[in-house]
């Protein structure tokens, strides 16, 4: 089935980095959008950044020229670059993937949702 497992959270400073990967299994991956998401307490999941097959990319305004999401289609794995992490990144992080009209828009009711890792930024 369907299976998404997210690492690479943790805590760092204001300014730091951190690589999260996400490893993607149960389909065609080559041939689908993939897109990293965070949620943090009290409110609702937002898209941070999605990566088409073809390796076009979008970013939530917050984050441009911040994190770069990238992908290795040969090892079904996602990735998100973040640098110069805010307090205000800290969130649960998650991947998903399908098609871009859905990753970028009508996420919310997809399913197969990871655990997610959590990342903390703060001093």
């Known amino acids: 089935q369907v299976q998404f497992v997210e690492s690479g959270g943790g805590l760092v400073q204001p300014g730091g980095s951190l690589r999260l990967t996400c490893a993607a299994s149960g389909f065609i991956f080559s041939t689908n959008s993939m897109a990293w998401y965070r949620q943090a307490p009290g409110k609702q999941r937002e898209l941070v950044a999605a990566?088409?097959?073809?390796?076009?990319?979008n970013y939530a305004n917050s984050v441009k020229g911040r994190f770069t999401i990238s992908r290795d289609n040969a090892k079904n794995t996602a990735y998100l670059q973040m640098n110069g992490l805010k307090p205000e990144d800290t969130a649960v992080y998650y991947c998903?993937?399908?098609?871009?009209?859905?990753?970028?828009?009508?996420?919310?009711?997809?399913?197969?949702w990871g655990p997610g890792t959590q990342v903390t930024v703060s001093s």
């Open positions: 998903n993937a399908g098609p871009w009209v859905v990753v970028t828009t009508n996420y919310r009711n997809a399913g197969n």
């Open positions: 990566i088409k097959p073809d390796g076009r990319t």
